[in-house]
């Protein structure tokens, strides 16, 4: 917890439980009505300064996940060997029917280009 | 990669081009068996608490998301509407972000998965069978007999690639471990640090609604004590105080204060309760019981959410010990411990949670 969160809480606690004292004792129905509501309104601010410090973090959060994200990217980026062969295959593949297409005895010009 | 291949087929080229792949076959495999692997069973270890985490993160999230919606709406939140929406706004995505981080983990641990496993041999040799296939189709006579001296030798390249490609995923999945190490550690952070203020959310929500049952007692106790004191000491009177007495022990935890709830008890009236008086003031101690069972079942529902809280945080430190240990790719003694205490830590969370539903349902 940290500092600024748990004294706020303990603040409003000690509060709290002082308040709860007095409206024991208090014999006037409206004083202790106005106590309770205190109190309630108290809780809530625990609760709004809980919610706050989640949502403060939120920027420290979104920063992280765009780290992670490059990281997912970076693991995903490129190929392996086999992928290589496949591509390979695919360049041997054009170059064959550009070969195809063309005259005969420039085979060996083209493959070593292409190679 | 291309020109790693086109190296190797310069190779074949050569006047031994057996020997030569032989060559990079016993190099391969020689790197091969000096790299550590893929630490899989530290991986698998990782990846089951986290999604073990993950589904009870999620569930802790989902009610926070509802504990916001909630503050919104309580009587004592005196914000203007638009502010309220603001809030409840801002908060909802803060708690969807959350959970869009846990999915990021998922996915990342996905891209692991794929890292993790080995190419399909039986594809490789494929792609090998296609490339020899175009080669042939060149019609090109030097890499026509190239190809055809590398014929018997497709399997152990075959193999060779299979290595190969092994030792890139491996690296692959070595870098992608130690890069996410931060994110994957701080998200984690960030998540424990949260746990403690859902906690205290749920704990003030909870007390807000065990406050009516406090204060319902506490103005039982004031009209029971004048109603009591007006009527002269009797031993019915006494039995009614008595089993006031008895119900305020039971509340749990005992106020700071002990003398809080005392009834103050001192009859100086003249004359004394009839039946029927008697009766009414009965009905006052059967209303402080109801009042005092709702009251211990609230602090039972703090108590059970605690609980799944701090187990929730020790799977947490489990999750990130895990990775740790997958990042380190130890195979230690630690790591067995690590291990059980995780399996162990687990258990006692589903029992954390179930014991939570069932305090809330009460």
């Known amino acids: 917890m940290s500092d600024g969160i748990r004294q706020t809480t ?28 205190k109190i309630s309104e108290y809780r809530l601010k625990i609760i709004e300064a809980n919610f706050d410090d989640i949502v403060q973090r939120t920027d420290r959060l979104q920063t992280l996940m765009q780290d992670l994200q490059a990281v997912i990217a970076n693991a995903t980026r490129g190929g392996t060997v086999a992928g290589a062969i496949g591509n390979l295959t695919q360049i041997v593949s054009q170059a064959a029917s550009a070969v195809a297409g063309s005259s005969a005895g420039t085979g060996d010009s083209a493959a070593g280009k292409q190679a | 990669m291309l020109r790693f291949h086109a190296h190797w087929i310069c190779a074949l080229s050569n006047a031994e081009p057996a020997l030569m792949v032989r060559k990079a076959f016993v190099l391969l495999a020689v790197s091969l068996a000096a790299c550590a692997g893929v630490p899989q069973k530290e991986f698998e270890v990782y990846r089951s608490n986290f999604n073990t985490a993950k589904a009870t993160a ?52 996905a891209v692991l998965v794929a890292l993790a496993d080995g190419d399909d041999p039986a594809a490789v040799q494929s792609n090998l069978q296609n ?30 690639v ?20 931060p994110a994957i550690l701080g998200i984690l952070h960030v998540l424990q640090e949260d746990a403690d203020r859902i906690h205290a959310i749920q704990v003030q929500l909870v007390e807000l609604r065990r406050d009516s049952d406090w204060n319902k007692v506490i103005s039982l106790k ?23 007495d008895k119900q305020i022990a039971r509340i749990q935890p005992p106020p700071s204060e002990p003398t809080l709830f005392d009834l103050d008890y001192a009859p100086s009236g003249n004359t004394k309760a009839t039946d029927a008086e008697i009766e009414v003031m009965k009905g006052m101690v059967d209303e402080v019981t109801r009042h005092v069972d709702s009251y211990n079942a609230f602090g039972d529902e703090i108590e059970a959410h605690g609980k799944a809280i701090s187990q929730y945080k020790a799977l947490l430190d489990s999750v990130t010990l895990s990775f740790n240990a997958m990042s380190a790719a130890e195979s230690s003694p630690q790591f067995e411990a690590v291990t059980q205490q995780v399996v162990k830590q687990g258990l006692a969370l589903r029992q954390a949670v179930l014991g939570y539903q069932e305090a809330r349902h009460k």
């Open chain 1, 10 to 37: 303990e603040y409003y606690l000690a509060a709290i439980d002082g308040l709860h004292r007095y409206a024991a004792s208090e014999p006037d129905d409206e004083k202790c009505e106005a106590a309770e509501a």
């Open chain 2, 131 to 160: 490339l020899s296939k175009g080669l042939s189709s060149f019609g090109s006579s030097k890499l026509t007999a190239l190809v055809a001296n590398a014929g018997p030798l497709a399997g152990m390249i075959s193999q060779a």
């Open chain 2, 162 to 181: 299979t290595i190969v490609d092994a030792l890139i995923k491996q690296k692959k999945f070595r870098d992608a471990t130690i890069q996410a190490q």
């Open chain 2, 58 to 109: 999620e569930d802790i999230i989902l009610q926070a998301k509802l504990d916001a919606e909630q503050t919104a709406k309580l009587p004592a939140n005196k914000d203007p509407v638009a502010e309220r929406d603001r809030k409840l706004a801002e908060r909802t995505a803060a708690l969807d972000a959350r959970l869009a981080a846990l999915n990021l983990i998922a996915q990342y641990n």
């Open chain 2, 222 to 244: 004031k009209r029971l004590a004048k109603m009591a004191n007006g009527y002269a000491k009797s031993s019915e009177l006494d039995g009614v105080a008595g089993q006031y």
